[in-house]
């Protein structure tokens, strides 16, 4: 079978930048796409963080648009500074967002995976995560979280079809990223920043039938910035 023919394909985040990206390339695909997000842009509305808001969003999706056999988990949320210094809501803000968001969305979206026995889930990790970079101790564990996150997913799941896999962005052109320093962006072997719709081609491939044996990867999408 072929996820995009009978299931819907769930991406977090779906209302601006990669996210926006990945459904409208989704979309492409031949997928029925639900983006969930917090503002009023996104299908379903729901606070990844919040269980209870995630459990409900997941039910929507299967009542409006169908079973759930994709599911992109791409919500993530900065909120920098040193350590020392780190207000303890940022360090939990963040990883509530971006690393209990994925577990959150994760467990809700296996069912309907696991009853067909095919299923594609892809967590948008980032660079950093498997480098120090100073100033993001929330954002960086996060992000690494979620590559052992993947793993686990992938192991756990494997035998029933469903692979489990990362992509981890380099410097992209969206609003996450408008003020940071040109040092950072100019430290990009490939010599510019990358587009959202770059991220969206190798979720794309990804989730699509091609990947069926690529199961616990991790794709960088940085234009060799973490080479
Ligand atoms: P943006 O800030 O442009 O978009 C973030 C998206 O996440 C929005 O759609 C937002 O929707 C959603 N979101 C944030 N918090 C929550 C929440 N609590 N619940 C539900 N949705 C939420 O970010 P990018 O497009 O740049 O980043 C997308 C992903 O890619 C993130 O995980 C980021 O860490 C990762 N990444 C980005 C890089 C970059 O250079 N841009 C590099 C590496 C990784 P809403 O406001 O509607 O809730």
């Known amino acids: 079978m072929s996820g995009r023919d009978e299931g819907v394909a769930v991406v977090t985040g779906g209302t601006r930048g990669i996210g926006a990206a990945i459904a409208e390339r989704l979309r492409g ?19 990844v963080a919040d269980p209870a808001e995630v459990q ?8 409006r648009f169908g079973k759930i056999l994709a599911l992109v988990n791409n919500a993530g949320i900065t909120a920098d500074g040193l350590a020392i210094r780190m207000p303890d809501e940022d360090w ?18 296996l069912d309907d995976m696991l009853k067909a026995r095919w299923g594609r889930i892809v967590n948008i990790s980032s660079v950093v ?3 120090a970079n100073p100033g993001q101790a929330n954002y960086v564990a996060s992000k ?14 494997g035998k029933r079809g469903i692979t489990c896999n990362a992509v981890t962005p380099g410097v992209i052109d969206t609003e996450m990223t408008h003020d940071l ?18 991220v969206a081609a190798a979720v794309s491939f990804l989730v699509g039938d091609d990947a069926a044996y690529i199961n616990g990867a991790t794709l960088a999408v940085d234009g060799g910035l973490g080479a």
């Open 181 to 198: 320093a040109g040092d950072l962006k100019s430290a990009v072997p490939a010599g510019r920043v990358g587009t959202p719709e770059e």
């Open 144 to 157: 690494a979280g979620l590559l052992g996150f993947t793993r686990v997913i992938a192991r756990e799941m």
């Open 56 to 63: 409900a969003a997941f039910d929507e999706v299967r009542e």
């Open 29 to 47: 695909d031949g997928w029925t796409v639900a983006t969930l997000g917090r503002s009023e842009a996104a299908d379903v509305r729901a606070d």
């Open 92 to 109: 939990t803000r963040v990883i509530d967002t971006n690393l209990n968001g994925a577990f959150h969305c994760t467990k809700r979206g």
């Open 129 to 131: 995560a498997e480098r």
